[in-house]
């Protein structure tokens, strides 16, 4: 098994571009999620997906659109990039063992937007 | 909201000494998971230790165990025998039972001192 993989592991954009990052899994796992990490303030939940078709919003979901149309994959869009997207996003999948949520993580996107 | 407090932006230890790495959180619910997750350079989060809120007993993976304090809201992390590849950024986290979503700490960075 890959376990979880994302594209690209590093990124630039200017300000206003669009931009797809992209996460798949071949885990099985119904459950995805997309957080990102700034410096001091931990990992934040942008959006999760508790299976195909069905998505909702984390903790801090403006500026990012998701999808998903297969269990396997669960891209983040960024629809017009500000430089405070500037972080690194890291997707997970998880599956539940009696309400226990067992995270696994991908190796992350550095996104850097001028 | 739930929110999870680590106070020790920075450690540091000896080879072959124990550390303790302390974080709080804040939750009104009753049933909940606990979570240590460590980032090495390579920026991969690993989970290392997941504590149970219904179970009393301190869970324990090899020379990583925790302090759990239900009422004070107190989830420490002590690393025994320090080695070299345990020096990364560490990370308490929460989840309410039958949710996905984990709430992160801000991180502690661990240094070991050869």
């Known amino acids: 098994n890959a376990g979880v993989t994302q594209t690209p592991k590093f990124q630039v954009l200017k300000t206003g571009q669009s931009m797809t990052l992209q996460c798949a899994q071949d885990?099985?796992?119904?459950?995805m999620s997309w957080y990102r990490q700034d410096p001091g303030m931990g990992l934040r939940l942008i959006h999760y997906s508790v299976g195909a078709g069905i998505t909702d919003q984390g903790e801090v979901p403006n500026g990012y659109n998701v999808s998903r149309s297969t269990t396997e994959d669960f891209p983040l869009r960024l629809l017009s990039a500000a430089p405070s997207q500037t972080s690194v996003y890291f997707c997970?999948?998880?599956?539940?063992?009696?309400?226990?949520?067992?995270?696994?993580f991908g190796p992350g996107t550095r996104l850097t937007v001028t | 909201a739930q929110t999870v407090t680590q106070s020790q932006p920075e450690m540091s230890v000896q080879e072959a000494e124990t550390v303790t790495l302390s974080c709080t959180y804040d939750t009104s619910e009753s049933d909940y998971y606990l979570f240590w997750y460590k980032q090495p350079p390579s920026r991969q989060m690993i989970l290392v230790i997941r504590q149970e809120a219904y179970k009393q007993q301190n869970a324990t993976e090899n020379r990583f165990s925790v302090n759990f304090q239900k009422a004070a809201k107190s989830f420490s992390l002590k690393i025994s025998d320090s080695q070299l590849g345990d020096a990364a950024m560490y990370f308490c986290a929460y989840s309410i039972q039958g949710a996905q979503k984990l709430v992160f700490g801000q991180g502690t960075r661990l240094t070991i001192n050869p």
């Open positions: 997970a999948s998880s599956y539940s063992t009696w309400g226990i949520y067992e995270q696994y």
């Open positions: 885990m099985n796992h119904e459950y």
